[in-house]
């Protein structure tokens, strides 16, 4: 009579497998974390910033005095989406040329930026219409927005 089979060892090495998956997926958005806009302190970019910054404080997203701000940092926001690819404006395709971990980070950064405005928080209605988010990517994002914890 022949053993009788023990799925346990499977299991163990499925659960390692995606462990370590999950691992190189955490590491690499470190690594982002890391690099995250270095562009912004390049001579294209920091004099713009630090000229248009001090407008957008307090100023609601979307609004038109938010509009007329990004549109004096044109040149050095251009330059900035050339050079990082968790911008949609990286992409030919905007969004459908990203990746998950372009999304995540761009997800990242929207909420970083909110904190500029607190009353707006993320203004994914907004992003949603200007990137031309698909509904099912939306509502993703929507729900990871809903699940992030309060305090970071």
């Not at 499925?14 to 270095?38: K, N, P, S």
């Not at 929507?142 to 305090?151: D, M, S």
Request: with cysteine.
């Amino acid at each position: 009579m022949s053993a009788q089979y023990d799925s346990r060892a499977d299991h163990l090495a499925h659960i390692h497998a995606v462990r370590d998956r999950l691992e190189i997926f955490a590491a690499e958005l470190m690594r982002r974390g890391r690099v995250h806009d270095a562009s912004k302190f390049s001579a294209e970019e920091k004099p713009v910033y630090d000229a248009v910054y001090p407008m957008l404080r307090g100023v609601a997203y979307g609004s038109a005095e938010w509009k007329a701000a990004v549109e004096r940092a044109r040149p050095a926001l251009d330059h900035h989406y050339q050079r990082n690819r968790h911008h949609p404006e990286y992409h030919a395709e905007g969004i459908a040329g990203m990746d998950l971990f372009d999304v995540v980070e761009m997800l990242c950064d929207w909420m970083a930026a909110a904190e500029r405005n607190p009353a707006d928080g993320v203004r994914l209605d907004l992003n949603v219409t200007h990137y031309g988010i698909d509904k099912q990517l939306a509502r993703i994002l929507e729900n990871t927005l809903a699940r992030w914890p309060v305090a970071l």
